[in-house]
């Protein structure tokens, strides 16, 4: 029987990452059984102190002390705060016997941005992760080594499972169920829950933020200028020559204090700017694309669907009500 621990570290953790984790496997086990098997998991909920009080205090959970795990299969890692400093710092001790597991041969899942917990172990450095898009900046300054792959949905890399933003995690589950159990007691849990199995990515939900807490003055300049002028033809050699610096080295600080390069950085933010028009309002593909600075309607539902990963007719559908 894989034995499997669900952690709760110390400080603001998700608690529906938690009860609900627990909740799938505990029902796909009971499923596994009903259909003539032995039951394929003991599933534990641990942590460092005896209680932890969540959401104002509604809600309190009583975690066994992982002192008492001496070796566990599978560990699952639940969401935490955004005050990811003061995570990581609080709980070493964890930590370090998440480590110790791994090394021992258990299985690492994080949910959400418990990839921020995770990655503190080094055990993520080399590999690849996910994490909710709206951590993606925070992830990649405070975790250079680590391949941060924001766009898919649930990751997959030598024995670390991770998964995107918030409710998400139910794939991630439901990927353990189907790994654990087999694929059919995964379809039983889809539909028990109703959780769509066909889900890869969490692109669609992406909000573009533009990082400028960077502090380079020069490149908050040239985000400026992009950003106010989208429906013009901007050439990045000028831009950079009238800022008074080398291509190259615009090119080398604009990647530092962003995450992409100028060309990404534009693309995003034009995106950005056409989704929120596809949602809102009743103008045609045509007609966006032009605001943004797009004559060429192939290239522009091509950079579309790559970054959103929906064409702009599919996903005015989705989220305009009024289409």
């Known amino acids: 029987m894989k034995q499997v621990t669900i952690l709760v570290p110390k400080g603001k953790v998700n608690l529906s990452s938690i009860t609900g984790s627990l909740e799938i ?15 394929k998991m003991e599933i534990r909920i641990a942590g460092l102190v005896p209680e932890l009080k969540l959401d104002g205090g509604f809600f309190s959970i009583f975690p066994v002390p992982i002192g008492e795990i001496k070796k566990t299969d599978l560990i699952i890692l639940p969401s935490v ?64 080594n680590v391949h941060l792959q924001v766009d898919q949905l649930v990751t997959s890399d030598r024995g670390i499972y991770t998964n995107g933003g918030a409710y998400s995690f139910l794939n991630l589950i439901l990927f353990l169920v189907e790994k654990y159990f087999d694929r059919a007691t995964a379809i039983f849990c889809s539909k028990v829950f109703q959780i769509d199995m066909d889900r890869t990515s969490q692109s669609p939900f992406f909000i573009f933020q533009a990082q400028k807490n960077h502090g380079d003055e020069l490149i908050g300049q040239a985000q400026t200028y992009i950003e106010e002028n989208l429906s013009a033809k901007i050439s990045f050699e000028e831009l950079a020559s009238s800022l008074a610096v080398s291509r190259r080295n615009f090119d080398r600080r604009f990647i530092k204090a962003t995450g992409n390069t100028p060309v990404e950085y534009l693309q995003r ?13 009743r103008k045609n593909v045509f007609e966006i694309m032009d605001e943004v600075g797009y004559s060429d309607d192939k290239a522009f539902r091509e950079v579309f669907k790559r970054i959103t990963g929906m064409s702009p007719l599919d996903y005015r559908g989705r989220y305009n009500k009024g289409a």
Request: charged share 25%; hydrophobic share 40%; glycine share 8%.
């Open 269 to 281: 933010v034009k995106v950005e700017v056409a989704k929120s028009a596809l949602e809102k309002g």
């Open 81 to 144: 705060s955004y005050d990811y400093g003061n995570v990581i710092r609080d709980n070493t001790a964890l930590i370090a016997w998440i480590k110790e597991q791994y090394k021992n041969g258990a299985e690492i899942a994080s949910i959400c941005t418990g990839a921020f917990l995770l990655a503190a172990t080094g055990l993520l450095d080399g590999k690849t992760c996910s994490t909710h898009w709206n951590a993606a900046n925070d992830f990649r300054r405070q975790f250079p």
């Open 25 to 39: 496997l505990t029902r796909a086990n009971e499923h596994w059984r009903k259909m003539g098997n032995r039951p």
